[in-house]
């Protein structure tokens, strides 16, 4: 198994609503990522967790909120969140965090804020 | 501030024609290249990388790219294009080797009509 999976695949949420997008790897990875890609603009990281623990925050608003439970999972909790907070959430693996290690993406949950 | 630039946004070529798409990106020591790939629908994946060595590197799928530090260029080729790689595709740079962490490219879309 070398994917990576999102759920849901598409999402709509009001911005009183909590909800959660889920990623999942069985490739025995220890680094999990969390990218963020507007339409028609490039993939931009988010966090980057290490041995399940948040290694990198790149200065993402508290109204995001990952969590990685285990090394096969990587949550997002998303709360309050503004309709310009619509985009792709692209989720990574790699074995490690050495740049010689390939990332593996997921197809990406396309979340819409109303 | 480090940055990855994509300068042709939109490409259609005809079948057999030849791909050439510019990447540029900014001095920031030393640097990690890479190419993504995003068929319609699906996730990101890697065409080519370059660390080191040869500055000519080939990558799956007939893909090639070109890594000439005087120009800050890591331009992605492919000699004859097929309809289907129509597709987005992603430079991307790793700085200083910073931990599997990448700046992407604005990506440039292309079209390969039949």
């Known amino acids: 198994d070398t994917e990576v999976t999102q759920t849901p695949k598409h999402l709509v949420m009001g911005m009183t609503n909590k909800k959660s997008l889920k990623c999942e790897q069985h490739?025995?990875?220890?680094?999990m990522y969390w990218y963020k890609q507007k339409a028609k603009k490039p993939p931009e990281l988010m966090f980057v967790?290490?041995?399940?623990?948040?290694?990198i925050n790149e200065s993402v608003p508290s109204r995001f909120s990952p969590e990685c439970p285990n090394s096969s999972l990587l949550n997002l909790h998303l709360h309050a969140l503004q309709p310009e907070d619509s985009a792709l959430y692209l989720c990574?693996?790699?074995?490690?965090?050495?740049?010689?290690?390939?990332?593996?993406f997921g197809s990406g949950t396309q979340l819409s804020v109303l | 501030a480090q940055s990855v630039s994509q300068h042709n946004h939109h490409v259609i070529l005809s079948e057999a024609a030849s791909l050439e798409l510019g990447c540029n990106y900014s001095?920031?020591?030393?640097?990690?290249l890479f190419w993504y790939v995003q068929y319609p629908g699906q996730h990101l994946q890697l065409l080519l990388k370059?660390?080191?060595?040869?500055?000519l590197v080939k990558g799956i799928k007939g893909f090639e790219a070109e890594f000439i530090k005087s120009k800050f260029s890591f331009n992605l080729r492919k000699p004859s294009v097929q309809w289907s790689d129509t597709a987005e595709y992603f430079c991307?740079?790793?700085?200083?080797?910073?931990?599997?962490?990448?700046?992407f490219g604005g990506g440039t879309r292309l079209m390969v009509k039949p």
């Open positions: 370059y660390f080191s060595g040869d500055p």
């Open positions: 967790y290490s041995y399940e623990k948040l290694s």
């Open positions: 990574a693996s790699s074995q490690g965090r050495l740049i010689n290690e390939k990332l593996f």
């Open positions: 991307a740079v790793n700085y200083n080797n910073a931990g599997n962490m990448l700046t």
């Open positions: 490739m025995g990875h220890r680094a």
């Open positions: 001095y920031g020591g030393t640097v990690n």
